[in-house]
């Protein structure tokens, strides 16, 4: 057993997972993750370095990843703001790395110190053209480390970025926990093909099959600019749909195992939706209001956040009366879960945005 | 050296005509390299070939080696973490002034200040060749691009100055004229361990040549030819006034950035403990 902060078990999530070059930028509230790696990461031989900004971070995190490191950054708002160029060309590029966003308030610097989940949207869509993306929302310190574990898995088997959408009550809050002795880590499958054979970018690669990085001597090139399967730029509409097709595919074909939720009592009429540190209270919430009223109420929790999966959570919600979105925002989700339930159940929106946590007090006032 | 020498370095079959306007110097350089790559005694898999964005950045799509076109300006960070994943491989960063210098200044200044082994070559043409003749930080005053129709008002970088004065080991300077030079220059690079820079001062007669009316590719590189001077014949600093400075710059020895590093993994090995 250990008593342990949210980053320090993202950190040895990464580690455990496998994690050994990491490259990243001071900023609150994400700093003891760099800490942690900058301590530890020798110790098992890899490499720490501490970049001039979040785009040398996201930048040198992707050189590794495509020379076959499994690799990581963390930071938080604007840092993550700076890195969404990067996390763009990692997409394009399909190159595996993990990106840490432990969320405080914004806009711009807004609450270095204080707690936000309004990073739901700029994880989405904050690099631009259209692309997947992955995004994991712990809320527990286990969970940090567990969801790190995954989203190395995810990124190796998807060929792309993951981000960890972790805020800053998690990253800092400290539980006593067990990790787990061992981890089961996803391995690409070994290349089998000739360099003469390969193409980077083979049709029925982009998601679970062999690929090559730099110095194994398959000559590999990487542009972000679109291309063609051999890595070379492209303008070609029938190659430019195809690669696009080639990235959400990613994601279409695999949204089952993508999307992880939690959920509890679902029957019931009232369901209370939320993710991160807000679903604790929104937890808290559920057994307060059962042990008052005598009756039950169902919590659904959204661990992955990205992708978003209409039709399971349509399912899942398909009994409630009365959803209850509860989020440090205002209301990121709250529009995604609108488009789930369409007219079917009434929709309630719990906000705070103001770098407070959400109190269960505030729950049990709408239900 | 023999011509066929050269196309064991390069992507023949599919990837050529290459992109580069009539006269350009960016082919110049290209050969410069991959003669001194062989001449290194470095073989196609021993090498990563790093760029950014621009014209110069197009040429690792050109050679038949590990290659990384990166984003606007981010070829050395993206080069970082490819060294430090593969000390082993030869890191060679190409690309130009406004993506060196401008959008990619702060990761070239720390990159020289940090000493980590690679080999950047700089190819100076004094403006945005790609995006169609724009001003960069290395225009100078005066000269005119499509972004100063008027003369640009700004004072220009001396790049080999910033690496030398953010720490880099080696800094030299040549031209697309003096290709021979510009060749063992580039050698001198590859074989310096940490962070050496090689400027070449090249001819873009498409855009900056003839805005400048500087006439074409042979007249520039004319130009290139009787306005150097060696740094080894300068006596009195008057003789550089207006001139290219060409030779090797700066060439010091400091710790390079992974044989440190290694240490303090040694280090950290021998008191293992976890938190």
């Known amino acids: 057993m250990q008593l342990l902060s949210g980053n320090e078990a993202t950190a040895l999530g990464a580690l455990k997972a496998g994690v050994r070059f990491f490259a990243g930028y001071p900023i609150t509230p994400s700093t003891e993750i760099a800490e942690v790696m900058a301590e530890e990461l020798p110790k098992v031989g ?32 604007p840092g993550f703001s700076l890195m969404q160029e990067g996390i763009g060309y990692a997409v394009m590029a399909e190159v595996p790395c993990i990106i840490v966003n432990v969320q405080r308030g914004g806009p711009a610097t807004g609450l270095p110190t204080k ?27 286990l969970e940090s480390f567990e969801l790190t574990v995954k989203a190395v898995e995810f990124s190796l088997r998807l060929r792309m970025p993951v981000i960890i959408l972790s805020d800053e009550i998690i990253g800092h809050m400290r539980e006593v926990v067990k990790l787990p002795e061992e981890v089961t880590i996803y391995s690409p499958p070994p290349l089998t093909k000739s360099r003469d054979e390969y193409y980077h970018y083979d049709d029925d690669t982009n998601f679970d099959a062999p690929y090559a990085h730099f110095g194994q001597g398959y000559r590999i090139h990487l542009t972000g600019l679109t291309h063609r399967k051999d890595g070379f730029p492209t303008n070609d509409p029938k190659i430019i749909k195809w690669k696009l097709d080639r990235l959400l595919e990613k994601i279409t074909k695999n949204r089952e195992w993508l999307h992880l939720v939690d959920y509890q009592d679902l029957d019931s009429d009232t369901v209370i939706v939320s993710y991160g540190s807000s679903a604790r209270s929104a937890l808290e919430a559920k057994f307060e209001y059962e042990q008052r009223h005598n009756k039950k109420i169902g919590f659904l929790r959204l661990i992955t956040i990205w992708p978003f999966h209409y039709q399971k959570l349509q399912s899942l919600l398909k009994n409630a009366k009365r959803v209850i979105v509860v989020e440090m925002n205002q209301g ?36 | 050296m023999k011509i066929p020498e050269i196309f064991e370095f390069i992507r023949v079959d599919e990837r050529l ?5 009539p006269g350009c110097g960016i082919g110049s350089a290209m050969n410069a390299m991959v003669r001194a790559i062989i001449e290194s005694g470095l073989k196609n898999d021993d090498v990563c070939v ?15 080696a590990d290659t990384f076109h990166t984003l606007h300006g981010r070829a050395i960070p993206s080069a970082t973490g490819v060294k430090l994943a593969h000390p082993e491989l030869e890191v060679i960063v190409i690309a130009g002034d406004g993506d060196l210098l401008a959008i990619g200044g702060n990761h070239f200044i720390h990159a020289a200040r940090r000493n980590l082994d690679m080999t950047v070559i700089l190819i100076n043409n004094f403006n945005y060749g790609m995006t169609g003749g724009q001003a960069s930080p290395t225009t100078p005053q005066g000269k005119y691009a499509k972004t100063a129709p008027y003369g640009w008002t700004e004072r220009n970088f001396d790049a080999c100055a910033i690496a030398q004065a953010s720490g880099a080991v080696f800094v030299a300077r040549s031209t697309t004229y003096h290709v021979t030079h510009l060749r063992t220059l580039i050698k001198q690079a590859i074989k310096k361990k940490g962070f050496a820079l090689v400027e070449v001062i090249s001819q873009c007669p498409t855009l900056y040549g003839r805005l400048n009316r500087m ?18 014949q300068i006596k009195d600093p008057k003789e550089a006034e207006g001139k290219i400075v060409i030779g090797v710059l700066h060439d010091v020895e400091a710790p390079e950035y992974y044989e440190t590093y290694k240490e303090i993994i040694r280090r950290a090995q021998a008191q293992k403990h976890h938190v």
């Open chain 1, 46 to 77: 890899g490499i720490f370095i501490q970049m001039e900004d979040e785009i040398a971070s996201i930048c040198a995190v992707i050189g590794a990843g495509a020379s076959g490191m499994r690799a990581m950054t963390a930071t938080s708002g």
């Open chain 1, 115 to 141: 707690v936000s989940q309004a990073d739901v949207m700029a994880a989405r869509w904050g690099t631009h053209g259209d692309h997947p993306i992955v995004a994991l929302a712990p809320y527990s310190v």
């Open chain 1, 332 to 367: 990121q989700m709250t529009r995604e879960i609108s488009r789930v339930i369409k007219h079917n159940a009434e929709l309630i929106n719990v906000n705070r945005y103001d770098g407070e946590l959400i109190t269960p007090e505030e729950i049990l006032a709408v239900l």
């Open chain 2, 17 to 21: 005509p290459h992109i580069l306007c």
């Open chain 2, 50 to 64: 790093v760029s950014g964005i621009g014209c110069s950045s197009r040429i690792p799509g050109y050679i038949d």
């Open chain 2, 215 to 232: 006439g074409d590719a042979v007249k520039m590189l004319e130009y290139f030819r009787d306005n150097t001077i060696s740094i080894s």
